[in-house]
C-alpha cells in the first residue's frame, strides 16, 4: 500500500493547521495534499501549489463520498462533540475506496480505560468511532484501514492556557498527588510527525491504536523545568488526587464545562504513561528521540 493522495479535514484547527504543514513538508512529499471543509468554514485560501480545498453544503456520508473518491488517506482533526459528523466521514471513506483513516483520537489518555469512559464521555465517543472503524474495515472489499494516535496531554498547546494547570502569568502550579507520578506528553509537531509517519508506513500501522509521545515526566520535573525557564521559583499547591477528581466529576455532572477539561487532565496524569503500554509506537513510528523537555518548555514560553 502507498499513500500518495492526503485530505484532511479540521486544518484550521490548533491541530489541524501544525498536521497541514508537516503533510506538505514530509519527505518523500504527498503527491496531493486536500482540505475538505464545509462552506461556512473559515480558512484564508492557501498558497502552496500541493493543496487544493474541496468545500461541501451538507455533511452526510452521501455528500462526502464524491469528494473523496480518489483519496488513499483521510485525516480527522475536528472536533469530537458531533460524533455522527465522524460517523459520516468514516462512512463516506470507505464508500470512496480510500486506504487509510486516521479519526480524531490524539487522546491525554487512552479512551479505551473504564475510568476514562466513566468520568468523561468523549473518550466513550472516541471509543465509538474505533468501533465503528473497526466494522468499516472487517466489511470493507477495497482495502478500508484505520490507525488511532494517543498522544498524551498537548504540551506545548496546554502549558501556556492552563490546562496543564501551570499558570506562566502568576508562576504558580496546581500538582496532583506528590507530582513524582509520570506521564507522557506530546507537542503539537510531534502529533503531526507522527501523523506523517503513520501515512509512510501503512503496512505496519494499518487497523491499530499506537501511542506516541515528546516526553515522560512528572509533573515536578515540568516544575522544576519552568523554574529554570523563567529563572524564579514557582509556587505549587498539592492537591489530593482522589479528591480532586470527586470535585470535577460533580461540578461536570451539574454542567460544568471547565470541569470536564480538569477531569481529562487528571486522567492525562493518572493514566497516561505510554512507556508502560504494549502500544508504545515510538520505533515503530521513526520517532526514536523524545524532545527535549527545557527546549521546548522555553520555545512555549516565548511563544
Known sequence: MTIQNVTIVGANGNLGSIVLKALLTADPPFQRVTILRRASSRLSEPLHPSIRVIEVL??????????????????????????????????????????????????????????????????DNKVRVREHLEQLAAASSSGFTWTSLVNG???????????LHFYPETQTAEILGDGTQKSSLSTLHRVAQAVVSV????????????????????????????????????????????????EKKTLADAGDKEAIEDLVFALGVIEGNWEEEEDFAM??????EDENLDRVVAGALRR
Not at 473523496?68 to 459520516?88: K, R, Y
Not at 522544576?224 to 482522589?242: C, V
Request: net charge negative; hydrophobic share 45%; proline share 4%.
Open 153 to 163: 496531554h498537548f504540551f506545548d498547546w496546554g502549558l501556556t492556557n492552563g490546562f
Open 58 to 123: 451538507t455533511w452526510t456520508a452521501s455528500t462526502l463520498t464524491e469528494p473523496l473518491t480518489g483519496e488513499d488517506a483521510v485525516i480527522a482533526c475536528f472536533p469530537l462533540a458531533d460524533v455522527n459528523a465522524h460517523f459520516a466521514l468514516a462512512d463516506a471513506a470507505a464508500d470512496a475506496g480510500v486506504k487509510r483513516f486516521i479519526p480524531a483520537d490524539y487522546g491525554s489518555v487512552d479512551a479505551r480505560s473504564p475510568r476514562a469512559r466513566a468520568l468523561v464521555s468523549l473518550f
Open 199 to 246: 501515512l509512510q508506513r501503512p503496512d505496519e500501522t494499518a487497523n491499530r491504536v499506537l501511542m506516541v509521545q515528546s516526553f515522560c515526566v512528572s509533573q515536578l520535573d515540568v516544575l522544576s523545568a519552568l523554574e529554570r525557564a523563567t529563572g524564579t521559583q514557582w509556587k505549587a499547591e498539592f492537591r489530593d488526587t482522589d479528591a480532586f477528581i470527586a
Open 283 to 288: 520505533e515503530l513510528l521513526g520517532l526514536k
